[in-house]
Structures are given as C-alpha cells and as structure tokens.
C-alpha cells in the first residue's frame, strides 16, 4: 500500500492559465474523489469516480473545471481560465466501494495559488 | 448549507488533559461518522470512526461518543500530548445510491496541546 500520491504539491499560477493536477489513488480501490479545502474550512466535495465514470459532481465544480479518470486508474483534475477564488488545497481520496468501514484514504493535496 | 456543525473552532488544553469536540449533523440518512487529523501541508489521516448502531466507541487515547437522537457526536482525546497539535474534522457520509461513501466535513477545529 504505497497510498494515495497527488502531482504536484504546489502550484503558483498566473490568473486566466489553465492547470492540470494528478491523482494516483491506491492501485485496488475503484472509487476515487475529489475535494476542496480553502484554508480555515474542511474539504468540500467536487467529483467522484467509480473505476472509470464520472458518477457525481457538485455545484461547486463549475464548468472551467473538468475531471478525469481514462483507465479507471489515476484521475486528473484541470481548471481552465484560473480565477482568484480557485485558490485552495486540492485533495484526492480513494476507496474500495463495498468495504464495510473502510476509510477514504486521502493524498496531500495539491495546493493552487492564484497571483 | 451546512449538514455537519463542528465546534470548538480552537481547542487549547494542557499536556494530559482532555480534548472534547463537538459534532451535530442534520441528514438522518448519515451513517458513518470518520473523524480525521490533518498536520500542516498533509492530507487528512483517518483517526478513528463509528456507525450509529454503538454509542460508544474507543481506540487508545482517542474516544467517539455518539447521540442518534440528538444526532449529536464528539470525540474525547485522553491525556493529550503536544503531538495531537493539529486540525480535526468531523464527517459523515451515507445515504441512498452511489454517493454514499461521499464525506460531508465540519469546519475543523484547530487544537493546540501545551506542553
């Protein structure tokens, strides 16, 4: 078990760039999920995936941001046209769905800055 | 809206005293409450869980409480040391369909052990 690792772990960007984050969940679990977390609040749920499809988004995941998961395997977050406001942790966490009390296990996070 | 109400919002106690953080939540379809531990530049870490069918549940140091009628939870952290210094969430998760491993955080509550 070599844990969830995300790519990179910081990011400075100028606003109006596009970024592009990685998420490599652990290899067995079939449902990774992305969250956000701005600094003083805890993680707010974006997206999930169950091996390949895109199952759910919220209402915060507007449509400048776009996630992926090609093979069922990593996941990659982009944001297009980066805004002030998307400044925050980007974090990735990954479960094996129908594991009683198993916990999503989570990446450090990638952590965006917007100039 | 806010389904899981975490308080305190910070939390200084003493080397060996007890730290007590409060959760309430609103969703009854909730049924898995995971509190995490987050350092500084890291990923949550799951600390410890419970599902509303105990009311208690207790691992080391480390205590949930759990009230399905108030839908109320806490988690008690005995003899603290200067090393539990960190930002702890409260979650829940649960419901009908895919999402139910999808987690709904508190706003964390940031805890300081004086040494």
């Known amino acids: 078990d070599t844990g969830v690792s995300q790519d990179p772990r910081h990011k400075i960007t100028k606003r109006g760039q596009n970024v592009t984050f990685r998420c490599d969940p652990i290899s067995e679990h079939n449902r990774l999920y992305w969250y956000r977390q701005t600094l003083g609040q805890g993680p707010e749920f974006l997206t999930y995936f169950q091996n390949e499809a895109q199952l759910e988004k919220s209402r915060l995941l507007s449509d400048r941001f776009s996630a992926e998961r090609p093979k069922g395997s990593f996941s990659t977050l982009e944001i297009q046209r980066t805004e002030q406001g998307d400044s925050a942790m980007y974090l990735c966490?990954?479960?094996?769905?129908?594991?009683?009390?198993?916990?999503?296990?989570f990446g450090d996070g990638t952590r965006l800055s917007i100039l | 809206q806010q389904q899981v109400k975490q308080s305190p919002q910070s939390l200084i106690v003493q080397k060996g005293g007890i730290s007590i953080i409060n959760c309430a939540y609103e969703n009854t379809a909730f049924d898995y409450f995971p509190w995490y531990q987050q350092f500084p530049g890291k990923g949550p870490a799951l600390l410890i869980a419970?599902?509303?069918?105990?009311s208690e549940k207790k691992e080391g140091r480390f205590t949930i409480s759990f009230n399905k009628r108030a839908k109320q939870f806490s988690l008690h952290i005995m003899d603290s040391q200067p090393g539990d210094s960190a930002t702890y969430f409260c979650a829940a998760s649960g419901g009908s369909g895919g999402s139910n491993y999808k987690l709904t955080f508190g706003k964390g509550t940031l805890l300081t052990v004086n040494p």
């Open positions: 419970i599902r509303p069918d105990v």
């Open positions: 966490a990954s479960i094996l769905s129908g594991t009683r009390d198993q916990p999503q296990h």
